[in-house]
Structure formats: C-alpha cells, structure tokens
C-alpha cells in the first residue's frame, strides 16, 4: 500500500528549472527594445550575449538613430564612401569629428543623440588684421578643438566674420563663438592666464550676428570679461526646416570703435550645434 501511493507523488528535483531572464529574449523582441535606447545604452546591452550583440547590430535600429539626410551628410564629406558598410558602422564613423574644408572645419554626430555639430576654426575666419604680426599671432594650444587659436595683441578695428554652407538637419540650432580674455599657460605645470595685453573691452560691448540664406537673422551685444576662462558666446539660433538643401550661415562679431584700442584676445572657433545644447562645457 505505502508503495503504490508512493508512486502517485513526482520526485522533488533538486535544482528547480531556471526562469527566463532578460538574456533569453528572442533577437527580434531585443530590436524592439533597443530602437527605444540612445546609442550608448544600445552598445552596453550588445555586450550582454549573442542574441543581444546581434541585435545591436540591426540596421533598423541605426538608421533610426542617424539624422534623416544622413545620406546627403556622406556626399557632403566624403569623395569616396564604402557603401557596404552597415548603419551601426556609419553612425560610428559620424561621431568621429571629420575635417571639412581643407582642416578648417570639423563636422560630427552627437553620439547620445545623433544630432550634427559643426565647428569651425580660427584659421576658417576671416579676421581683420590676422596676417599682420604687430596685431595677431598663431598661438598653439592643446585648448583648442584645432589645437591653435588667433591671439589678438591690440587694434583698432576688431571684426571677425565666418560662413559656413551644410545641409544642417531639420531642427533648431545655436551659433557660438569660443573665447578667451587673456592667454593662457601652464608654468610648473599650473595652467595660469597673462592678462598683459588685456584692454579696451569694458569700454564698449561686442556686436554678435547672424543671418542665413533663408532671410532668419539675429544680433546680440556683450562685454567680454572673465580673464582666464574660455567662453562660448552666444550669437544666435536658427531653424533648418528642409534638410534637402544646404543652408548659408553667415556670422560674425565686432567692436569697431576707433576710439580706443582693444586686445589680449584669443579667438578659438564658432560652434554651431543644437539648440537643447545650452551647457556647453558639459557637452564639448
């Protein structure tokens, strides 16, 4: 009797079945997911097992992650473009800063947002004076995005204009200029700011401005102060709302009163990127 009922009861096991987990899910429900993930988050998780590596590498998920005219980007910058490359290859090689414009300017993809940055260089402005040694000089720097700025001695007339012509993606975006009051230094290995040749700028404030090919302009007026630390001043916004075609955009900054002289300046670069940007020395 107690055999048989003893039959009629399964045997305990040991080691109770796993539950599935997370790393169990089929690739296809893992491509859902990560479509939902910026960039980052997406390489993290591909880094969990194979179902997830492969599904990182979904050209669904990328090309989601790119800008919409990513395409008209890769004629922009390159002659020669490997077209079996796959979207998480293409995205990958935006984010890296490429150089555009004989060196002068640097484009890129924002790698958490996918959202292009464009920088251009002292050396892609047009500055009045820059060639005469008595007001300029070429400083180099490892401050710099492009490793040297424009160092201003003294002058009268102060202008710097600059242009740029890219096929910017639909969206908003903000234009500033990256300077510095004072030139910087390391002495015993302490970065230290010589304000020598620092004059003229609480005299009167610099007029910034912008326009674009598409009639949107904006001005703005400042003083320059706090030797020592490198600044982005604000120029402007301005919204593409065709990412077809390329737009002009066209900026400057000035202080051109000849009653008075101004210097001990460093003119680094003009960064144009999006408008939701706005702690810039968090993000560049």
């Not at 982005?232 to 709302?241: I, P």
């Amino acid at each position: 009797m107690g055999v048989s009922f003893s039959l009629l009861i399964p045997p305990i096991s040991a080691t109770p079945p796993p539950c599935p987990g997370i790393v169990d899910l089929p690739e296809n429900c893992v491509a859902s997911v990560m479509t939902y993930l910026d960039p980052p988050e997406i390489c993290k998780l591909s880094m969990l097992n194979r179902n997830f590596r492969i599904a990182g590498y979904a050209d669904c998920i990328w090309e989601s992650k790119l800008p919409t005219n990513y395409e008209l980007i890769i004629e922009r910058l390159f002659e020669n473009f490997d077209e079996n490359l796959c979207k998480r290859d293409v995205f990958a090689l935006l984010c890296r800063p490429i150089l555009l414009d004989d060196g002068s300017k640097k484009v890129w993809l924002d790698k958490r947002t996918g959202r292009v940055c464009l920088s251009i260089s002292s050396k892609g402005l047009a500055i009045t004076g820059v060639d005469d040694r008595r007001y300029w000089s070429r400083i180099e720097t490892a401050e710099s995005r492009f490793k040297s700025v424009a160092y201003l001695q003294q002058i009268w007339w102060f202008e710097v204009d600059g242009e740029v012509d890219f096929p910017f993606p639909v969206g908003s975006y903000s234009v500033f200029f990256r300077l510095q009051v004072g030139r910087s230094s390391k002495r015993f290995g302490r970065r230290i700011c010589n304000c020598e040749h620092v004059h003229g700028w609480d005299k009167n404030p610099v007029r910034f401005q912008l326009s674009t090919s598409d009639g949107q302009q904006a001005t703005k007026q400042c003083y320059l102060k706090e030797p020592g630390k490198w600044m982005y001043h604000h120029v402007g916004d301005f919204v593409s709302s065709g990412s077809e075609v390329s737009m002009k955009v066209i900026f400057s900054m000035a202080q051109i009163d000849c009653t008075h002289t101004k210097g001990g300046l460093c003119v680094d670069s003009v960064l144009i990127c999006p408008r939701e940007f706005m702690q810039m020395s968090k993000r560049f």
